[in-house]
C-alpha cells in the first residue's frame, strides 16, 4: 500500500502561483511514477502532468504547458505541482495518483495504483 497525501491548495487571485505537494509513505517511492489530475465541479477528472519514476522526464496537458511544472524529491518521498499565471479555469480538486510501471506514466485515472484524497484550487478572476 501506498498513502498520499496531498497539501497545499488554496485560494489564489488570477494569475497568482501555488505550490502543491503530494506525501507518499509506505512504499519505496521512487518504484512509482506520478500523476496530478484535476476535477471541477460536474466535470470529468482530467489529466494534469505526470513524471516518471527516476529520469524526472514529464508530460502536460497542453492547457497547462508553460504555467505548470511537476517535480519530484525521491529524497524526501514527496512530488510537486507548481502552478503559475492562474487562471480561474484552472480551479478544481487536485488529486495527486501513483503508478508501479517503468517508463512514461498513463493519462487516464483509472490505471493508476493509488491516489491521495484531493486539495481544493480556488482561482479568483
Known amino acids: 500500500q501506498v498513502q498520499l497525501v496531498e497539501s497545499g491548495g488554496g485560494l489564489v487571485q488570477a494569475g497568482g502561483s501555488l505550490r502543491l505537494s503530494c506525501s507518499a509513505s509506505?512504499?519505496?517511492?521512487?518504484?512509482?511514477?506520478m500523476g496530478w489530475f484535476r476535477q471541477a465541479p460536474g466535470k470529468e477528472r482530467e489529466f494534469v502532468a505526470a513524471i516518471t519514476r527516476v529520469d524526472g522526464s514529464t508530460y502536460y496537458t497542453d492547457s497547462v504547458k508553460g504555467r505548470f511544472t511537476i517535480s519530484r524529491d525521491n529524497a524526501k518521498n514527496t512530488a510537486y505541482l507548481h502552478m503559475n499565471s492562474l487562471k480561474p479555469e484552472d480551479t478544481a480538486v487536485y488529486y495527486c495518483?501513483?503508478?508501479?510501471?517503468?517508463?512514461?506514466?498513463?493519462?487516464?485515472?483509472?490505471?493508476?495504483?493509488?491516489w491521495g484524497q484531493g486539495t481544493q484550487v480556488t482561482v479568483s478572476s
Open positions: 509506505g512504499r519505496t517511492f521512487s518504484n512509482y511514477g
Open positions: 495518483a501513483a503508478v508501479r510501471r517503468i517508463g512514461s506514466p498513463p493519462r487516464q485515472w483509472g490505471e493508476y495504483d493509488y
